[in-house]
């Protein structure tokens, strides 16, 4: 035997002692340098197990530290992984791996993602950051453990001891060390001999002494109530093996705390917390050593998600309100919700491609549901990992419902649908298309179309139960081609390993199941099943593989106890047909069922009522190499039940099977219905059987070349002596198929031809039953409605378990064979009147009843009505025969000229029952009469608002009956609306008309408000309305007008229309600035008060002081003048009209001033200058008679204005032009080269 032995750096030797015993929890350092054993090389990839032993032994002078662990898993998928070890070496048999037989777990990873290799030596990390310690010269005893959905370890077989070594140590395996078992522990590994396949990696450690550097911990910093999480910590060097302990915070008792068992570098918290909780990690070099403390990690609960409207939406950001994904909603409601929440998936949004589950969602119930409405949207996802194969998993929730949502799978050889399973109860997959085209597979496993409860497809492998979950209106489609899902949909509980558990109360209706490759339906162990109404076929498939419709096997697999449990099962109303579209099949059953399956411990007395009723199974193109069986029904207590109590009941009624298609070239069978009892019941010494076989129809005709052809085939006690009573009455077996032998039944073993020699044979069996042709109405498209009315009302009344039909038309008490009932079938086929050219008038309105049935109708009653208006019943006594018709007549209807009526009368309780087709049953049709009176009121109108408009319908002497009941000729309206006017004339026949009146609104003139303006300004009023025509109260004829007087002003506008609006508006003037005069009072020094007398209507005061000094505002003002002389004191006054400025002034003579002068200089010229005339005109005289010369001319007026300032003419002469000056008095102020002459002159017009 060759060893391969991977070596990546020798150890180093170091001379420290050690206590051997004491090393395993001693915290030691190891060397950098780390070897790595492998196995892979000396054996072969061969088979897989759960647990494999070996030794590990240690022949160095120090100690070694485990530092990490390889192997190869068998499969993909979330697997455990844990590693055994026992301080002493395994010497033969090791006996169960638990504590009490030496053994110590020293971790467990939990979930490692398993890398599938059956195939080579390629291995994949197990455990890493080990600190396992072999001390020196010391072999320990290994046992590694990977399960996942069974055995995953892979080894290899057949191996003679071996010893591979590195480093100064060997693994040991083979014979006497290498053992192996299926099971994890404690089931003791007794398979020998057996090569572990793996590597393991260690190192040489030295003593750690003082306190080692603390660590720091991380992890989730919010997680769901009792959820499990994983805490961990930076790791020390390669090999370090410090000595760890898990702490968290007391906050009643305020100290931290140890958590037991928890003494590694990872913290995995199982149970999980309730409330916010710290935690921390101690380290030290020996347990008892001083420690160091990482950091504190709080670890808060997660809140649910608050009740609400949500969306789906991955063209839109992540909100509080829209997810992009669908498992980001999944993870939204990971820590439960709060109130009810609807998922909406956006409507132009997806492909979504994920996996995605729905885990248990705490706050759910049947108040706070969750509903996903996927809105046809699509959800795909390529699987590649065959232990968790779902696109939508729905796992361990209650009350969610996905709605309308597109299940796509994008592989080819993986993929289911929806799983449901884990527990999962009263969820529900509705009005979905699971579209599975991708696949091409034709093996069983991993592929499906939906899948409840499965252990293959259970994400736990926990056989876990589901409970009331409904699966309905979906449609589950695979591809044309060979391949594809195995099953439409599965409820497999067959490996239920779990006492008194099964899945109760599933529902599988409505589904369409397309295009699968083996079976439609298929559920196992399942109680309380409802499968109806289902459509299962493969019309359009090239398949060569068996098909199975429906198949169920009733009863827990492993139920234990000795209780009567009951369960009921139903399969009603099924569609099974067409299993190819090719005639190559190699087995076909349309329906299986197994009661009581594997029921096999010691005392089960489980009690199977099961209920096939109403289905069809037709167009069977089947050309089989085994069999052709309609109904195959294996009862009785199957495989070692001891019951000693149970009693079966199996009820097969009103089942249409039609095997006319057939044409086989096999050796096998075609039977419409096969029943055998007590297959396989070994131990039963009572079981009791009951079965009904009771009002089917059954059809083997056409080219078959099977080996036999059986109309039904029943088996008795197969290997056992139990009770069993068979009741088989009011059926009809039909054959007629010349080209192999054909019998119409066979019983325990003998073969009758007729049913005349079997009913000769066992005269309590197919009392009252036929044997005739059923003349289907249309097998080929699925209506197998019998039209032979020698079946018509010759079933047994069977209403307390079958009281419609597959159609849901209503039984009766004498119903007909079959899955389609023969029923009293009446309806209005035609409306007899009115019909072609009438005038508008009241009419009476006649129908056609016809007789669709194969029953003489002897009375109906007929309902009807007219645009919507329920009318009197109308009872129809006579007699129509079948396809026969009789005229009734309804009553009056009023037919209104150019007003369609709609008739709508159907037909109710035809003699007396419940029509069995009702969707013949309803008339309804327009009409319309042809003509009437030509009443005209005039078109629609519009008029002024205020005026009026009369109304004449015209023909006098007519009766008349307006919208308002007045029944005059002429009507006048004034009111906007709509009127109606109905005349009758004398020979009946009716006119109306119609029309609608309009109010034109009238011009909306708006001259503006009233106003106020001042003297001397205008104010313009615009009428608006461009382009209409105006009239002002003048005879003006303008939009707009312009006036500056006071007084009342009115415009008229009429529009297009001739609507006349008008406004009025008065115009008032502002007051201007008024008072009496100016007072001036004085005092010393050449001070004044000044201030109006009786002012009015002012509202600012600028005074002038006839001095040069500035402008002061004011009501009283005061001034004090430097100079004697005689002023001009200028009052300005501003009232409401902005800018107009009022004037009045006064003169006062200063006389008491500190300064000298006229008041406008201060220089004194005392020459001798003249002023003539004065008063002047037009002009005014200077001579100057001094020896001085003028210079200089200046006039003000009496506010102290600047009129003129011109040159003298000459030293002694100047002529001034005061015809430009307005009459008043003046200063003339005339400069001189020896001073300035100030004067008074006045001007005079």
């Known amino acids: 035997m060759m060893h391969n032995l991977q070596v990546k750096k020798g150890c180093r030797t170091l001379n420290v002692a050690f206590v051997t015993a004491f090393l395993l929890l001693t915290s030691v350092f190891v060397g950098r340098a780390q070897t790595t054993i492998t196995t892979t090389g000396s054996f072969t990839n061969d088979t897989t197990l759960s647990t494999v032993t070996f030794n590990f032994q240690n022949t160095n002078s120090y100690a070694v530290v485990i530092t990490g662990l390889d192997g190869i898993m068998a499969d993909y998928g979330q697997n455990y992984v844990a590693l055994w070890y026992k301080t002493s070496a395994i010497n033969g048999s090791p006996g169960a791996i638990d504590v009490s037989n030496g053994w110590t777990m020293y971790t467990s990873s939990g ?245 995605v589950a729905f885990n248990n969602i705490p706050g759910t119930s049947n108040v706070n549901k969750i509903r996903i409405n996927g809105r046809n949207r699509i959800l795909q ?42 527990t999962a109860k009263y969820d529900s997959l509705t009005h979905c298309f699971v579209d599975m085209r991708s696949l091409n597979v034709t093996s069983s496993a991993y592929t499906a179309g939906v899948s409840l409860s499965n252990y293959y497809y259970n994400s736990s492998f926990d056989y876990s139960s589901t409970e009331n979950c409904y699966i309905g209106h979906n449609y589950i489609l695979g591809g044309t081609g060979i ?89 009603v109303g099924n569609r099974i047909h067409d299993p190819s579209n090719q005639s190559s099949n190699t087995g076909f059953m349309g329906i299986y069922v197994l009661t009581d ?85 070994g131990n039963t010494n009572n079981d009791d059987e009951a079965l009904f076989i009771r009002n089917n129809i059954v059809t083997v005709t056409g080219n078959n070349t099977s080996n036999a052809a059986f109309g039904f085939l029943y088996t008795d006690n197969y290997l056992n002596n139990s009770n069993y009573e068979i009741y088989p009455q009011r059926n009809n077996f039909y054959l007629n198929n010349p080209a192999t032998t054909q019998y119409y039944g066979s019983y325990n073993g003998v073969n009758y031809n007729t049913m005349a020699a079997f009913q000769l044979a066992n005269p309590t069996m197919e009392v009252g039953s036929l044997s005739v042709n059923p003349q289907y109405t249309s097998p080929a498209t699925g209506d197998l409605t019998p039209l032979n009315y020698a079946l018509y009302g010759n079933g047994l009344n069977v209403l307390a378990d079958v009281s419609t039909d597959i159609l849901g038309r ?27 050219i009438y005038c508008s008038s009241i009419k009476m309105v006649s129908v056609v009843l016809h007789n669709y049935g194969m029953l003489n109708v002897t009375n109906t009653q007929v309902q009807w009505t007219l645009n919507g208006v329920a009318q009197p019943t109308v009872a129809f006594t006579g007699n129509i025969a079948p396809n026969g018709n009789a005229t009734v007549n309804l009553g009056n209807g009023l037919f209104l000229p150019n007003t369609p009526v709609t008739i709508k009368a159907w037909t109710y309780m035809p003699n007396g029952q419940t029509d069995g087709i009702p969707t013949n049953d309803t008339l309804t049709i327009t009409t319309q009469s042809s003509t009437s009176v030509p009443v005209d009121i005039g078109p629609d109108d519009s008029i002024c608002t205020g005026n009026t408009l009369t109304l004449n319908a015209g023909y006098p002497g007519s009766n008349y009956v307006w919208d308002n009941n007045s029944t005059a000729q002429t009507r006048t309206i004034q009111n906007a609306g709509t009127y109606y006017v109905m005349l009758t004339a004398y020979d009946g026949c009716i006119g109306v008309d119609t029309m609608k009146l309009y109010l034109r609104p009238l011009p909306v003139v708006d001259l503006g408000p009233d106003v106020e303006i001042c003297e001397g300004t205008t104010y313009t009023f615009d009428a608006g309305h461009p382009g209409a025509t105006y009239m002002w109260d003048n005879g003006v004829t303008t939009q707009t007008r312009t006036v500056d007087t006071a007084g009342d002003y009115e415009a008229q506008v009429t529009d297009g229309f001739g609507c006349t609006g008008v406004d009025n508006v008065s115009v008032g003037m502002k007051d201007i600035p008024l008072i009496d005069g100016i007072n001036a009072t004085h005092a010393d020094s050449g001070l004044y008060t000044f201030y109006p007398l009786n002012p009015r209507y002012i509202i600012n005061y600028v005074w002038n002081f006839g001095d040069g000094t ?88 009496t506010l102290g204005q600047l009129i003129i300032d011109q040159a003298a003419d000459n030293a002694q002469h100047h002529q001034l032009n005061t015809s430009i000056l307005s009459s008043g008095l003046y200063s003339i102020r005339i400069e001189t080269d020896k001073g300035i002459a100030v004067q008074k002159f006045e001007v005079m017009k």
């Open 111 to 355: 979930n490692v993602s398993g890398i599938a290799n059956i195939s080579n030596n390629t291995t994949q990390p197990f455990l890493t950051g080990m600190n396992l310690v072999i001390p020196a010269n010391t072999t320990y005893g290994l046992a590694v453990v990977a399960t996942g959905s069974g055995a995953m370890l892979r080894c290899g077989l057949g191996s003679p001891a071996f010893s591979i070594g590195g480093g100064g140590c060997n693994v040991i395996s083979g014979s006497n060390s290498g053992y192996a078992s299926n099971n994890p522990p404690p089931a003791a590994p007794n398979f020998s001999p057996v090569a572990w396949l793996g590597k393991i990696t260690f190192a040489q450690v030295v003593a750690c002494t003082g306190t080692p550097a603390a660590a720091t911990i991380s992890g989730p910093l919010n997680v769901c109530s009792n959820a499990l999480f994983t805490l961990t910590s930076t790791p020390y060097p390669a090999g370090t093996t410090i000595s760890y302990q898990w702490q968290k915070y007391n906050s009643v008792t305020l100290v931290w705390e140890d958590i037991a068992s928890e003494t590694s570098n990872t913290y995995n918290c199982v149970s999980g917390i309730t409330a916010a909780t710290q935690f921390r990690l101690k380290t030290s070099c020996t347990p008892s050593g001083t420690p160091s403390y990482s950091n504190t990690l709080t670890v808060s609960i997660g809140g649910g998600l608050p009740g609400g409207v949500y969306t789906i939406n991955n063209n839109a950001q992540s909100s509080a309100t829209n997810f992009v994904s669908f498992s980001a909603a999944a993870a939204a409601m990971r820590c439960g919700i709060t109130g009810a929440v609807t998922l909406n998936v956006d409507p132009n949004s997806g492909p979504y491609t994920e996996q």
């Open 381 to 422: 996802y390529a699987n590649v990992d065959n232990t968790n194969p779902g696109i939508l998993n729905i796992l361990g929730t209650r009350y969610i419902t996905v709605d309308s949502l597109t299940i796509r799978s994008l592989s080819t050889s993986i993929g289911i649908g929806a799983v449901i399973s884990d």
């Open 483 to 571: 391949g594809g899902p195995y099953y439409g949909i599965i409820d497999d509980y067959y490996y239920n390993n779990q006492q008194y558990q099964t899945d109760s109360g599933n529902v599988m209706d409505y589904n369409t199941i397309e295009n699968f490759v083996y079976g439609g339906i298929l559920t196992s162990g399942d109680n309380g099943t409802s499968i109806c109404y289902n459509d299962i076929h493969r019309t359009n498939k090239a398949s060569t593989s068996y098909f199975m419709g429906i198949r169920v096997y009733s009863g827990d697999y492993n139920n234990n106890s000795s209780a009567l449990s009951l369960n009921k099962i139903k399969i």
């Open 597 to 681: 399956w594997y029921n096999g411990l010691n005392n089960n007395n489980e009690q199977s009522n099961i209920l096939i009723a109403n289905n069809a199974i037709y167009n069977v193109n089947s050309s089989s190499s085994s069999y052709v069986y309609g109904i195959y029904c294996i009862g009785g207590n199957n495989y070692n039940n001891n019951s000693t109590t149970d009693w079966d009941t199996t009820k097969i009624y009103h089942n249409t099977i039609d095997l006319s298609m057939v044409n086989s070239t096999t050796a096998g069978n075609t039977v419409g219905i096969y029943y055998i009892n007590d297959y396989y019941n």
């Open 810 to 836: 209503q039984r009766s008490s004498a119903p007909t064979p079959g899955a389609f009932e023969i029923t009293t079938d009446a309806g209005v086929s035609a409306l007899a009147s009115p019909l072609g």
């Open 1110 to 1197: 500035p402008e002061v505002s004011g009501y009283m003002v005061q001034h004090q003048y430097a100079h004697n002389g005689i002023y001009t004191v200028t009052l300005k006054m501003e009232g409401e009209c902005t800018g107009l400025i009022v004037a009045k002034s006064r003169t006062v003579d200063v006389f008491n001033a500190s300064g000298e002068g006229t008041g406008i200089s201060n220089t004194k010229f005392n020459g001798d200058i003249s002023l003539y005339p004065n008063p002047a005109k037009n002009t005014l005289q200077i001579d100057n008679k001094s020896d001085a010369k003028m210079k200089r001319v200046a006039v003000y007026n």
